[in-house]
């Protein structure tokens, strides 16, 4: 590509987490003023979610526990830049269409061209349903640390962990911390899983480290940790009262007055569906996926992807991905490229994922829970679909794929569209038709992205530049 | 090896219209192969508006319509569902006198056809529509015009087809047809030969390659209606809303979702299309003026399909010019969901009979020159 005069590019990140930060940090530095669209009022994205401005006061050791140096980096790299970058926070990009993203703020539409455009658009929960499940006082495990990184308060007073994942021993850690009594952490990994995990860990100990250290913490205050438990139900009216699950066959019960669960995280990644990128099937996230080279190029020309957004590696592949995407993005636009700097990246990205494989060894996603989902359990709580109105389609051959399983049952036609009940639909369709869930196709993404309000009107003034 | 299927009819396209005639030939005792390159009822008839309406199309489909409305009163027992399918009334509004005076004249033309329009205005039109208040002056009501749901109703077509014993084919594109002395041939890939009598197509915006094949060429274009729908409201409207010289449209789900639709979506390819934005923020501009109560509602999804457009934007419908035994039912121009199955039934008549009982003359496939071009 021949070199373009600076002024000429208009490259627009979406998302302020440590990707996006990072992403225009490196656009920055080569003399760019990219746009940084985020949805938060403050940037840090998810991890690094900062509280409101101008309400309590937590340290920031408090907040991110050991990650409260990178978390501090990350926000002093946004500070830093910040007269030097368009920044747009509360602002949903809604849609993409014809190199232009759509945006949202403040009730108010507005078209955005671009020239070059990097997704690091984050991740969420991915949570299978369970009996009880939408009872009150059950939360996601992002949720939980949501609530209390920026509402400062917690789900509960008695709050039960489960799921799998590295998050779920940092939250329950985090809790305990702020002075929660944590009534149990059940994994639904078995307990050797993590051991012969333990060794492809090493190749990054101060995160295995890190991680042990929480499980120590935890279990040195007496909380009890347990492996290989399914739950049961959860039980409570108006609130959750406890959470009944099973190990090795026992049942238990835990009393407790909230529940915060999660089985990894989920990528977010409508937009590079809407920007026209090309997907394939992840196995590892067991979703699929915009797909990208290393450097973090999608399928599409000057569409570049970093980030949980694009698969989910966690915030420090994050923060490389980010400035990754960025060094790509100059090399395509024919601007000086830092090759050394580069390789570091893409050294320390490949490093990143041979951990993470060993990660997803020592969490392994539990395949059999879709099918024990009861038929009368919801699965999408938006369109109050079950698990055996889905199961009903799939087995009498109505439904083959998850689109038409969409289409006659409603299910991922809600407000969230399928972003939170999408990765549940899919297991228990792939379970019900005897494949798995590459086998059952994905949810096309459709504008809006996020629910937009039908009184919304183009900003005066039109497109900022 | 080659599965080959011998059988009376082919039937190409498993919309309403094609799965209706598959539905209707299995009942007169034809074997039928239906094929369908996607999932029946995927395309245009399963993921538009909804409307079930008679009311404001031109007099020449009255007969076929009125037909097909008959067929949506025995949904139940042809489906075995009702497919949310509502007979609540079609409510043209007028927004000004001179279209108050349209809807009149209309109503006047139509008066032979069983319609039983109703002009509602003035003081009475705000008792009896409290929900639109003084947005229009007036309107007509065809009471027995409604609503459903697309993504049900049409599938389900095909779905009987099945169970009536038709070989309905999904995930199966025709790649070649041709005529073997008096039989059509169809081929799928390597794996699939149908051999018919009869040959109907019904692919709809596709239905032009089919017509290609026997030396038909056909004026049809691809067109996206833009539709949005909100979140579930409160339930304010029952009837089935559409506007004089047209606009914006809106009906609300029994579930309360109100869907409204105007405007065009743009093509990402021969198959696929999406709403396109501008579209999107004059149609939530206009929803939100002629409905207030969806004001503070939010849109969660827009659409669009592929529909097939006629010049004239009447189908066609009736047997080829060059091929016999081969019927055209396609270019409902964005108004075949309602008279869909009267379609079926009446191809299904060509087929047993030769003609069928509802005059088709308006919608012969040579009212165009063979070498016309196709505009949007």
């Avoid at chain 1, 939170?420 to 005897?434: S, V």
């Avoid at chain 2, 041939?185 to 197509?201: H, M, P, T």
């Amino acid at each position: 590509m021949s070199a373009a005069p600076h002024t000429l590019l208009k490259p627009v990140i979406v998302g302020a987490g440590p990707a996006g930060i990072r992403a225009a940090e490196a656009l920055v530095a080569a003399g760019l003023r990219p746009v940084v669209i985020d949805e938060a009022a403050r940037w840090g994205g998810q991890i690094y979610r900062q509280p409101p401005e101008g309400g309590f006061v937590r340290p920031k050791s408090a907040l991110y526990g050991f990650e409260a140096g990178k978390a501090d980096a990350v926000h002093r790299a946004m500070a830093t830049i910040r007269d030097r970058v368009d920044y747009r926070p509360r602002t949903l990009a809604w849609n993409c269409e014809e190199r232009a993203l759509d945006l949202l703020c403040d009730g108010a539409t507005e078209v955005l061209p671009f020239s070059h455009l990097i997704l690091a658009t984050g991740a969420t929960d991915r949570v299978l349903p369970f009996p009880g499940w939408t009872t009150p006082g059950v939360f996601t495990l992002g949720g939980s640390q949501v609530a209390l990184k920026f509402q400062g308060c917690a789900v509960g007073r008695r709050v039960t962990f489960l799921g799998t994942g590295p998050l779920l021993y940092l939250v329950a850690y985090q809790y305990l911390k702020a002075g929660v009594e944590v009534a149990g952490v059940f994994d639904t990994a078995p307990f050797d899983a993590q051991a012969r995990a333990a060794a492809g860990m090493l190749r990054d100990p101060a995160t295995l480290a890190k991680g042990l250290c929480y499980v120590g913490w935890l279990r040195a205050h007496g909380v009890t940790i347990r492996n290989n438990v399914r739950p049961v139900r959860v039980e409570g009216g108006e609130r959750v009262e406890a959470l009944v699950w099973t190990q090795d066959g026992r049942e238990e019960r835990t009393p407790c007055d909230a529940v915060a669960f999660g089985l990894g995280l989920r990528s977010e990644t409508q937009l590079a569906d809407l920007a026209g990128c090309r997907f394939r099937f992840d196995a590892m996230d067991r979703a699929w996926l915009p797909e990208r080279d290393p450097a973090g190029r999608s399928s599409v020309a000057g569409v570049y992807l970093a980030g949980d957004g694009s698969g989910i590696a966690g915030a420090d592949a994050a923060e490389a991905a980010g400035e990754r995407a960025a060094l790509a993005l100059l090399e395509d636009a024919g601007l000086a490229f830092a090759h050394e700097r580069a390789a570091t990246l893409d050294h320390k990205l490949a490093r990143i994922a041979a951990f993470r494989r060993a990660l997803s060894a020592a969490f392994p996603f539990p395949d059999d829970w879709a099918g024990a989902i009861a038929d009368d359990t919801m699965v999408c709580r938006c369109e109050g679909v079950t698990a055996g109105a889905l199961r009903a389609v799939a087995t009498t051959g109505q439904a083959r794929e998850i689109n038409r399983a969409k289409a006659l049952t409603r299910a991922g036609m809600g407000r969230c569209q399928g972003r939170m009940c999408g990765a549940a639909t899919t297991e228990l369709l792939a379970r019900a038709l005897g494949t798995g869930p590459d086998g059952v196709g994905r949810l096309r993404a459709q504008p809006p992205i996020k629910p937009l309000p039908v009184a919304a009107e183009p900003a005066s003034g039109g497109s900022a530049s | 090896m080659r599965e080959i299927l011998d059988c009376d009819v082919a039937v190409v396209g498993g919309g309403i219209v094609g799965g209706s005639a598959a539905l209707f030939l299995r009942r007169m005792g034809f074997s039928v192969t239906l094929l369908e390159r996607d999932w029946c009822g995927a395309k245009a008839s399963g993921v538009n508006f909804g409307g079930v309406r008679r009311q404001g199309r031109p007099l020449e489909q009255l007969p076929l319509s009125q037909r097909a409305h008959a067929i949506w009163g025995r949904l139940p027992e042809l489906l075995g569902t009702d497919a949310e399918y509502i007979r609540s009334g079609h409510l043209k509004l007028a927004r000004s006198e001179a279209d108050l005076e349209s809807l009149i004249a209309y109503r006047e033309r139509s008066a032979g056809f069983g319609l039983d329009l109703e002009i509602v205005a003035g003081d009475e039109f705000r008792r009896r529509f409290p929900a639109l208040g003084d947005r229009a002056v007036g309107g007509s009501l065809c009471p027995e015009d409604g609503h459903a749901n697309p993504r049900l109703v049409s599938p389900a077509f095909a779905r009987a087809a099945a169970a009536a014993g038709a070989s309905v084919r999904e995930q199966t594109p025709l790649d070649r047809v041709e005529r073997d002395g008096d039989r059509f041939v169809l081929l799928s890939g390597e794996a699939l030969e149908v051999r018919s009598r009869f040959l109907l197509n019904t692919a709809g915006a596709w239905s032009h390659r089919v017509a290609d094949a026997f030396g038909e060429p056909v004026p049809l274009v691809s067109l996206h209606p833009n539709m949005a729908v909100t979140e579930p409201l409160p339930r304010f409207l029952d009837v089935n809303i559409g506007v004089e010289g047209g606009g914006v449209y809106g009906r609300q789900a029994p579930r309360g979702n109100m869907v409204v639709g105007g405007g065009r979506g743009f093509a990402l390819d021969a198959d696929r299309a999406r709403p396109q934005r501008d579209a999107v923020l004059t149609l939530m501009r206009d929803a939100a003026e002629l409905f207030p109560q969806i004001r503070h509602a939010h849109v969660i999804r827009c659409w669009t399909g592929v529909e097939g457009y006629t010049p004239d934007r009447n189908p066609i419908i009736g047997p080829s010019r060059t091929t016999p035994n081969l019927f055209h039912a396609f270019g409902f121009s964005g108004a075949g969901f309602q008279i869909g199955p009267g379609v079926g039934e009446a191809l299904a008549e060509l087929v047993r009979d030769g003609r069928s009982s509802a005059p088709l003359d308006a919608f012969r496939i040579d009212r165009f020159p063979p070498d016309t071009t196709a505009t949007p």
